[in-house]
């Protein structure tokens, strides 16, 4: 295609947008105009602590260990991570832990 | 003996002299579904209070302080707390098997009656889910169910709907605050005008404490808070101290300084001399979170001090004014010296904190 230039307005929007396609795709990226840290997927299948990213997809500043802030994606899905959904599938899914860190064993077990 | 019981009663004089005698009672939202009640002056968690429709988002205290409004998640919520007694006095839940709103907080007006919410409607139907558009919504607190709804305009849809809300002394006039000030008449839920200030908020935090600190500060039909603008050529922006009138509709902005990231919401302390804040710079790696206070009279920026940051956080000042608290993601509420803005203690609770804020009664 690089043999062919558009010539009318059209033509250049359309070239304008295949472009576009051509940039690579990362996981979890947010925008083109916006380069961000590009994060590992998987973050956590396990409550393993080093793998938790935060919205910006950095490490840094986390709340350790990672069952203390593990209850902010249960609720509002903030982090990238495998954890179950209280407003639609599993709203009793931490209703016997009142506090992660301490009680994370009585978090229920989810099967999809 | 004598001797022995004088000493007793000037022990417990000086210890009384000494305790945090305006102490008051603090409410946090706990996981899965509570609301914990703390005494300030004894730092620990004294009551549970369960909530029937789940997991507490928001909180808000009446204008004469007697009841509370805590909203839920779970089943999208509204739960009454008559504060003398701790008694849930009115609970239900919006939700239907086929229809769900999702909101977070609202106002209730003078009368008790009526509650104001920004919120989202999903209805699902046979084959779909159609959501509506963001959308004021008036809750009858009585008949327990949406009474009244209008779309919010085209430009204001990208308004988040964890806005907040403020309600006009008359019962008039709606306010929504987030990117922009939105000013609502509530006879018809209709946007009447907008301010172009916005609430510089850390994006972790939310806009709970209005009934709580900053709430301390206002002469009956005042919002006071920090405030953000920027000019229209090269877009610095400045925060400072603005002052809004809720009757009259008019504000008044003094500006502080340049904008630093983030900030969150304003405490002030209940001489309403001082004001309180917190600043964020950087991001990642190199995040830095500092208090930030105000002599609110001057509106000029006196002190500031370092702590470490948690990445998600929420700010908070007691109810005496002597003490800072940082808490969420966790189960502990740091407390940090309000005139040394240095560490004091860390309080251990029984649940882990929700994003409900935090509500202090005397």
Sequence with gaps: MKHLR????????????????EEDVVALQQGPDKPKPHVPMGCTLSFSPGWEVDAGGGTAGLCQPVERDIYDCY????????????????????????????DWRKLDLVFP | MKMLRLGAIALLSAVAAFSPAQAGTMFLGGYPNQLMVIDEAKSSVTQEIKLETGLPMSMRLSDDGKLLYATTITTSGIEVMDVATRKIVNSFSLNTPTTRYRFTGGVPDRSGRYFYI???????NLDTFRISKLQFMV??????????????????????????????????????????????????????????????????????????????????????????????????????????????????????????????????????????????????????????????????ALDKAEFPCRRRFYFGISGNGQNLYIYGAGFDVAVYDAKTLKPKADWELTHDTTMSGMVIIP
């Design chain 1, 6 to 21: 558009p010539i009318n307005k059209k033509a250049e929007r359309i070239d304008q947008a295949a472009s576009m396609t």
């Design chain 1, 75 to 102: 609720v509002t899905c903030f982090w990238p991570v495998q954890v179950a959904d209280h407003v639609n599938y599993s709203p009793d899914w931490a209703a016997n832990c009142a506090i992660a860190t301490k």
């Design chain 2, 118 to 124: 920004l919120a989202t409607r999903i209805d699902k």
């Design chain 2, 139 to 300: 809750v009858d607190l009585q008949t327990k169910a949406v009474v009244k709804t209008a779309d919010l305009d085209a430009e204001d849809q990208k308004f988040s709907y964890r806005g907040a809300l403020m309600l006009s002394p008359d019962g008039k006039t709606l306010y929504a605050f987030r990117d922009k000030v939105i000013v609502v008449n509530t006879a018809d839920l209709k946007t009447v005008d907008h301010f172009d200030l916005a609430k510089p908020d850390f994006p972790g935090m939310q806009d709970v404490s209005f009934g709580g600190g900053v709430g301390r500060l206002q002469t009956p039909g005042q919002f006071v808070s920090l405030f953000e603008t920027e000019d229209p050529y090269i877009h610095n922006k400045t925060f400072g101290v603005a002052r809004l009138d809720l009757d009259t509709r008019q504000f008044t902005f003094t500006p502080i300084g340049p904008s630093p990231r983030a900030l969150s919401g304003l405490e002030v302390s209940p001489d309403g001399k001082s004001g309180y804040t917190v600043a964020v710079n950087g991001d990642l790696g190199s995040q830095r979170c500092e208090f930030w206070r105000f002599d609110l009279d001057t509106s000029k």
